[in-house]
């Protein structure tokens, strides 16, 4: 399963990708805000500069026209640009027609499995659903990424699985067991992935034992 970072940070892409697995990075909207980034584009083409794997941008337009328009734009940017349209009508129509023209669209703010196929039949070369968002209603929303799964593996579709909106650990240990394509990770879970209390406990063992030794 291939790891893509959540975020607009280019501290945590590059200590990501110190770590050695960083194999995308997803944007919003949200994310540029909460780094307090004006232009978009600009920090689209900073993240690309850190990473050979795809780097979504998303497009804010919300017609056919606007979308197209912004997507071309957005993936010129750099080569590994990806970008996000939502899961409209609207969306639907610009991605057939953007990925006939070879620009990767990932399709996003999904919430059900027909959704998703929907995005399969239109083109699109990844598929977003928020897992998070739904727990948060009430739902699992790991139910949705199995179910996505299964329609993709019955028609051979080839569009990836991206799992969105990723709260905790668990959410990552449920897709990699049912064999979703990326998750894509905000930081602080990525780092809480190596965290484990018998792992902390053990070293600090061994390194007590040392020092004893190291004393007679």
Do not use: W
Not at 10 to 36: C, H, Q, R
Not at 120 to 141: C, E, M, N, W, Y
Request: charged share 20%; glycine share 6%.
């Amino acid at each position: 399963m291939k790891f893509f970072l959540d975020t607009a940070n280019l501290d945590e892409i590059a200590k990501a990708a110190s770590y050695g697995f960083l194999d995308g990075v997803t944007t919003n909207p949200s994310l540029m805000a909460k780094e307090g980034i004006a232009s978009q584009e600009e920090r689209i083409k900073e993240i690309c500069k850190l990473t050979d794997g795809p780097v979504s941008a998303e497009a804010l337009s919300t017609d056919v026209p606007g979308m197209l328009a912004e997507a071309r734009r957005l993936a010129g940017l750099a080569p590994n640009v990806a970008v996000k349209l939502p899961l409209t009508m609207a969306g639907l129509e610009a991605t057939k027609s953007l990925s006939a023209e070879g620009i990767k669209i990932n399709l996003t703010l999904i919430f059900s499995p027909l959704q998703a196929l929907l995005a399969a039949k239109a083109g699109a070369h990844f598929t977003s659903p928020f897992v998070g968002r739904l727990d948060d209603i009430g739902q699992d929303g790991m139910d949705l990424v199995e179910q996505i799964i299964g329609i993709y593996n019955n028609y051979a579709y080839e569009t990836e699985v991206i799992v969105a909106s990723i709260r905790h650990p668990q959410h990552v240990l449920r897709a990699a067991l049912m064999g979703a394509d990326i998750a894509t990770i905000p930081f602080k879970v990525i780092e809480q992935l190596a965290k484990h209390p018998l792992t902390d406990k053990g070293l600090a063992s061994f390194l007590a034992d040392y020092e004893k030794a190291s004393k007679k």
